[in-house]
C-alpha cells in the first residue's frame, strides 16, 4: 500500500531530477518535479527537458503528472511562499514554452 503511494522530489540543495531520475526508472517510482528547486539546483537539463521526463515517470504508472510549484520568499534560496500568486505560475510556464530554462 504505501508503495503505491511513493514519489522521489527534486530538492533545492543535494538532488536533481538528472540524479533522481535514474532511481525512480530503476524502482518504478515517479518523480515530483519542483520547477523552484531545480532553478536553485541546476543540472543542466531544462525546465522543459524535466518536466518531460518526469511527466514519462507518471505515465509509465498510468497515473496524471504531479508537480510541485513553489517560488521563493525572497531572491535566491530559502522559504518559499505559503501562497503562490498565479501571475507567478503563468510565468513559469510561459517562460518555459519560450526559452526551457
Not at 22 to 28: A, E, H, K, W
Not at 43 to 68: I, N
Amino acid at each position: 500500500m504505501v508503495r503505491s503511494r511513493l514519489t522521489l522530489e527534486n530538492d533545492d540543495v543535494s538532488y536533481t531530477p538528472r540524479d533522481l531520475l535514474p532511481i525512480c526508472q530503476s524502482l518504478s517510482l515517479p518523480l515530483v518535479y519542483d520547477v523552484h528547486h531545480h532553478r536553485c539546483n541546476p543540472d543542466g537539463l531544462s525546465v522543459a527537458e524535466a518536466s518531460a521526463l518526469a511527466a514519462e515517470s507518471w505515465r509509465a504508472l498510468v497515473r496524471e503528472p504531479y508537480c510541485h510549484l513553489s517560488s521563493p520568499r525572497a531572491a535566491g534560496r530559502g522559504a518559499t511562499l505559503n501562497l503562490m500568486p498565479t501571475t507567478s505560475i503563468r510565468k513559469i510556464f510561459r517562460t518555459a514554452g519560450r526559452d526551457g530554462k
